[in-house]
């Protein structure tokens, strides 16, 4: 296949695969527009789902394809999928459904704890709010 | 240092980084709420990110700390950094300095194109507008 920029202004989708046949996947809830997860897709998840319409990944841990929602019910229908510069990266904006949640703590999102810097040591606080203070949001 | 459990649930901030040494970031518009890019940070960056407050990334393909916006002038100032359940994935809020853009192709967005599956066969299409059709948003 080609090289960078062919990569980067082409029509073609050819995900780029890393040595371990994997791109990373961003999980955006298409209602509210916020992350909910990061995972990772091969070319199986990306297959299935693209041809299912719900969102399969690669469980790295357990090293199977794995229909996100199958034990949980917090399924991923697709609604649209995007792809970056180079095409290692993708964005996979889903309608939840279940409870509408997407991280197996419970909560919606994964991402329920922002970085804080105290003294030069960094440490976490739990967010009160999906948003949080500190982002101006329109 | 602790296992799942202990990283998921505690304030401290401890990140997961792969073999490589690395871990994911997604970076984020703060004031619009959208992906601009993903890339990839070590604790050098982490830390370089966190003291200085301008996002540092971990070059792979040139095998360098990097800090965004020295050459292209689109620096990002960072408002707030989260980490997911098992602190292998950052999310970096930012305000971008220059001309607003993120993607070395003189885009906004790294993710200017959706994927689109026609008669099985997925192919790309580029973006009118960074939000989109089909997208719901509030």
């Excluded at 719900?54 to 199977?64: C, D, I, L, N, T």
């Excluded at 199958?70 to 995007?82: A, K």
């Amino acid at each position: 296949m080609g090289g960078g920029a062919e990569r980067e202004e082409s029509l073609v989708f050819q995900p780029k695969f890393g040595a371990d046949g994997l791109v990373t996947c961003v999980t955006i809830d298409a209602g509210r527009g916020d992350v909910l997860m990061v995972a990772h897709m091969n070319a199986e998840a990306i297959e299935a789902t693209l041809t299912t319409g719900f969102v399969h990944y690669w469980s790295r841990s357990r090293g199977a394809l794995w229909r996100k929602g199958d034990t949980s019910g917090q399924t991923q229908r697709l609604i649209e999928m995007r792809v970056d510069c180079d095409q290692d990266a993708i964005l996979a904006f889903v309608e939840v459904g279940g409870d509408g949640g997407a991280c197996h703590t419970g909560r919606r999102s994964c991402f329920y704890r922002r970085v804080e810097v105290e003294a030069l040591a960094a440490r976490l606080a739990y967010l009160g709010d999906a948003r949080g203070p500190g982002l101006q949001r329109p």
